[in-house]
């Protein structure tokens, strides 16, 4: 089967469905290739600066999330907000059609195409050997990306620390303040953000000689 899109973007997690969406609002076409077989809402938080909220603002999906998030820090705007990226990840989804995000997608590859003159077009070929054409392709399929590969960028390298992440459920309430707590110490950080009375996001992050 072959399909022709104006705009493919790989990977449907949170930075795949804001494009999505960012595209759809200026009516620009796009089809969006997961190649879960269901949109994979995993993960523990995601802490957003007010430039962050903004964007969701012109997404017009922050309304969602107003209401459950309440702000860490409020100098000014917006303030940080830390949230589910479950919940962020749903919140966009539910604004965009069902048939925009084709999951059970592995690519198998990637190619250009020639299309007169000095233009070209992107093919992509699925293992279910569909072949999509399309004239642009987006990568947003996260750290073990196969379009990151097809275009020869440089393999991982590691940061030399390690951390774990955790978003803890209290269901009758955590009792801290809504403010980020940070306990540091040479080679070591640790804390926790309240997203809000309910849950709470906690992280440890050790470089490698403390693990």
Known sequence: ??????????GAGIAGLATKMALKRVMVQ???LERSQKLRATGAALTLFPNAWL??????????LNPIYAPSLKNSGQGIRTIHRKTLLEALAEELPTDSIRISSKIDAIENQESG?????????????????????????GVHSVVARWLGLPELVHSGRSGVRVLAIFPQGHGFKQEVQQFVDEG???GFIPLNDRELYWFLVCNDQHS
């Open 1 to 10: 089967m072959e399909i022709v899109e104006d705009v493919v973007i790989v």
């Open 30 to 32: 796009a089809l969006v």
């Open 55 to 64: 964007a969701l603002d012109a997404l017009g999906v922050s309304h969602k």
């Open 117 to 141: 003159g000095s233009a070209s077009i992107v093919v992509v070929n699925l293992e279910d050997e569909t072949t999509i054409k399309s004239k642009v392709l987006i990568r947003c399929d």
């Open 188 to 190: 070591k950080r640790a």
